[in-house]
Antibody, heavy 118, light 107 residues
Framework: QVQLQQSGPGLVKPSQTLSLTCAIS??????????WNWIRQSPSRGLEWLGR?????????DYAVSVKSRITINPDTAKNQFSLQLNSVTPEDTAVYYC????????WGQGTLVTVSS | EIVLTQSPGTLSLSPGERATLSCRAS???????LAWYQQNPGQAPRLLIY???SRATGIPDRFSGSGSGTDFTLTISRLEPEDSAVYYC????????FGQGTKVEIK
């Protein structure tokens, strides 16, 4: 049974970098059949897919156009986890952030409320 | 970007009734790569249906999905009180996008 456990700060200052980590149990970040996603949810924007990383003989990343200039998703094979970095945040980046596995997202992490405020 | 429009916004039905939720895409969804999720307050979404009509593991058979191209439907055949939630569709044929959700209320 795959489980995802998120960690990271809940408060980030404007213009700084949002950083979250998603630890995987029951699967491998290097799996040739999985993808590892970040999604966020806010009242104003609803559910918004941010990007993913996956391994198919080499590492690939796909990012949403809306955040492409500011986002990095990295796998960490040593710790079997993956991370999200979102640069130059503004209050509009305030949301609940989720990690999730696959296409047809299952399972999801528990969610992290990240507030961007000084 | 594929825009998904869900209807109705809210559905209010009694236990045992049938619920029909619609998800319409602005362009054809490649490979019928469309999923449905259920979300309860304060919780992460839960996958119900993937590839338009395949039930995820552990999902009761009263949940079914259908459709192709631009029109997709989630049907809950006999509503139970615990089905009260917000339901979202998501397409992952291209860069993933979500619908705005349908709230199902049980009278």
């Amino acid at each position: 049974q795959v489980q995802l456990q998120q960690s990271g700060p809940g408060l980030v200052k404007p213009s700084q970098t949002l950083s979250l980590t998603c630890a995987i149990s029951g699967d491998s970040v290097s799996s040739n059949s999985a993808a590892w996603n970040w999604i966020r949810q806010s009242p104003s924007r609803g559910l918004e897919w941010l990007g993913r990383t996956y391994y198919r003989s080499k590492w690939y990343n796909d990012y949403a156009v809306s955040v492409k200039s500011r986002i990095t998703i990295n796998p960490d094979t040593a710790k079997n986890q993956f991370s999200l970095q979102l640069n130059s945040v503004t209050p509009e980046d305030t949301a609940v952030y989720y990690c999730a596995r696959g296409w047809g997202l299952n399972p999801w992490g528990q969610g992290t409320l990240v507030t961007v405020s000084s | 970007e594929i825009v998904l429009t869900q209807s109705p916004g809210t559905l209010s039905l009694s236990p045992g009734e049938r619920a029909t939720l619609s998800c319409r895409a602005s362009q054809s969804v490649s490979g019928s790569h469309l999923a449905w999720y259920q979300q309860n307050p304060g919780q992460a979404p839960r996958l119900l249906i993937y590839d338009a009509s395949s039930r995820a593991t552990g999902i009761p058979d009263r949940f079914s999905g259908s459709g192709s191209g631009t029109d997709f439907t989630l049907t809950i055949s006999r509503l139970e009180p615990e089905d009260s939630a917000v339901y979202y569709c998501e397409q992952y044929g291209g860069s993933p996008t979500f619908g705005q959700g349908t709230k199902v209320e049980i009278k």
